[in-house]
Nanobody
C-alpha cells in the first residue's frame, strides 16, 4: 500500500484544515488507518485512528473534540478534519495503515506510512 497525505498548510489559530490520505497500488479498505504527527524537536505522537469500516475511532486527548477522522472506502481515502487549531498543533502529519482492521494508537501496529504534510498554525 502506498499512501499520500495532503492538505497541510498555514492557518491562523482557531482556523480549520482537512487532511486527506489516499492509498494507491492497492486498497486499504480492510485496514485500520491512523494519523500521527511530529513537531520540530519532538517525538512522533498518535493523533487519531479509524477502524476498517469506520465503526470505531480513537483520538489523542489533546485533539479530542477538535479533530474528526473519517474514511471513504469507495475512494480509498481517509480524512482528518481539524477545527479550532492551536499553535501546538503545528507538526508534520503522517497517515499510516495497519495490517489489521482494528483502530489502535500504537505506531508499531502500522506498517505502511506515507510522506507527511506540514501543518503550521500561527498565533
Amino acid at each position: 500500500v502506498q499512501l499520500q497525505a495532503s492538505g497541510g498548510g498555514l492557518v491562523q489559530a482557531g482556523g480549520s484544515l482537512t487532511l486527506s490520505c489516499v492509498a494507491s497500488r492497492r486498497t486499504f479498505s480492510n485496514n485500520a488507518v491512523a494519523w500521527f504527527r511530529q513537531a520540530p524537536g519532538k517525538e512522533r505522537e498518535f493523533v487519531a485512528a479509524i477502524s476498517w469500516n469506520g465503526g470505531s475511532t480513537l483520538y489523542a486527548d489533546s485533539v479530542k473534540g477538535r479533530f474528526t477522522i473519517s474514511r471513504d472506502n469507495a475512494n480509498n481515502a481517509v480524512y482528518l478534519k481539524m477545527n479550532s487549531l492551536k499553535p501546538e498543533d503545528t507538526a508534520v502529519y503522517y497517515c499510516a495503515a495497519a495490517r489489521g482492521s482494528i483502530a489502535t494508537s500504537g505506531d508499531k501496529w502500522y506498517n505502511y506510512w506515507g510522506r507527511g504534510t506540514l501543518v503550521t498554525v500561527s498565533s
